[in-house]
């Protein structure tokens, strides 16, 4: 079965998935953002198992991917060392999916499906 949050990126400069990147998930609780999960996107720049589904709240939620580390690894430089994507789950019965578009000096996303 897979998260009920789950992540992709695409590196569009290679114009293929992001290996091997650290991904970590958080909840805001009160003022403050709180770890619920960490991993690495695998060999298609995927991550779809890395909370249960009783997990899940309504709230807002913080994925940050490590783009300096990905950057670095190919021998390259970015400008972008972290990107945060902050969201918002209203409807706990739903799929999430946040997708990461980027290249060293940009990126996108947008909810997924």
């Not at 609780?29 to 720049?45: L, P, R, Y």
């Not at 913080?62 to 990905?70: Q, S």
Request: aromatic share 12%; glycine share 8%; hydrophobic share 35%.
């Amino acid at each position: 079965m897979r998260s009920p949050i789950t992540t992709h990126i695409l590196d569009v400069n290679l114009g293929k998935p992001a290996a091997n990147v650290e991904v970590v998930l958080y909840r805001k609780v009160g003022d403050n953002f709180e770890k619920i999960a960490k991993d690495k996107t695998n060999s298609d720049g995927r991550i779809v198992e890395w909370m249960d589904e009783t997990e899940r709240k309504a709230g807002i939620y913080r994925v940050e991917f490590d783009t300096d580390g990905y950057f670095e690894a190919l021998g390259q430089k970015c400008f972008y060392p972290s990107v945060a994507i902050d969201f918002r789950i209203e409807a706990t019965d739903e799929h999430y999916h946040v997708p990461l578009l980027v290249s060293a000096y940009g990126y996108s996303t947008y909810r997924g499906s």
